[in-house]
T-cell receptor, first 114, second 113 residues
Framework: GQQLNQSPQSMFIQEGEDVSMNCTSS?????WLWYKQDPGEGPVLLIA?????ELTSNGRLTAQFGITRKDSFLNISASIPSDVGIYFC??????????????FGKGTLLTVNP | DTGVSQDPRHKITKRGQNVTFRCDPI?????LYWYRQTLGQGPEFLTY????????KSRLLSDRFSAERPKGSFSTLEIQRTEQGDSAMYLC???????????FGSGTRLTVV
């Protein structure tokens, strides 16, 4: 099946630093999504990207849908302690009019040192 | 409506027992999904319903797994004859048709001992 390569696997940063993580795929997607997951909880949608080349912001978060449709990155500016968690990229491919299944990366564990 | 609700949050069962999980989606959402997440991995697709119809099942969903969504409302996921390899977080999500990026529930963490 499709595989998403997400990097880095983990990051340990100081509060106030900027963070960047990315995701690459062996095949194209129509939609890229970025989720955050806190321990013991389900993933929460942060940003959705619908068009190749699209750059979208949500507060301190910025994400881009790669031109090749095979990659995406997420930046977090001026990190704060509550940014701690696991960040997942997910790709979605429309097929025959259906647009349901998400393929997830393995996640980036972010630790922010106050 | 406070989002997608899953019950129980945690379940410990002995190998060989049957377990059933429940998911209550956001009321106006017609699509419902089940995913499984093991430690250190992202969620993996199990199955998907549009209203009451189960439209796709992953190869991960062995014959011991069955999911239902009677009347297109809540859904149940049953695992028969549980095995230690079934230990995972089982996530439910829902969405409206044509809307990307589902809303996930908090999950049911299953531990098979």
């Amino acid at each position: 099946g499709q595989q998403l390569n997400q990097s880095p696997q983990s990051m340990f940063i100081q509060e106030g630093e900027d963070v960047s993580m990315n995701c690459t795929s062996s095949s194209i997607f129509n939609t890229w999504l970025w989720y955050k997951q806190d321990p013991g909880e389900g993933p929460v949608l942060l940003i959705a990207l619908y068009k190749a080349g699209e750059l979208t912001s949500n507060g301190r978060l910025t994400a881009q849908f790669g031109i090749t449709r095979k990659d995406s990155f997420l930046n977090i500016s001026a990190s704060i302690p509550s940014d701690v968690g696991i960040y997942f990229c997910a790709g979605q491919l429309q097929s025959g009019g259906s647009n349901y299944k998400l393929t997830f990366g393995k996640g980036t564990l972010l630790t922010v040192n106050p | 409506d406070t989002g997608v609700s899953q019950d129980p949050r945690h379940k410990i069962t002995k190998r060989g027992q049957n377990v059933t999980f429940r998911c209550d989606p956001i009321s106006e959402h017609n699509r419902l999904y089940w995913y499984r997440q093991t430690l250190g991995q992202g969620p993996e697709f199990l199955t998907y319903f549009q209203n009451e119809a189960q439209l796709e099942k992953s190869r991960l969903l062995s014959d011991r797994f069955s999911a239902e969504r009677p009347k297109g409302s809540f859904s149940t996921l049953e695992i028969q004859r549980t095995e230690q390899g079934d230990s995972a977080m089982y996530l439910c999500a829902s969405s409206l048709a044509g809307i990307y990026g589902y809303t996930f529930g908090s999950g049911t963490r299953l531990t098979v001992v």
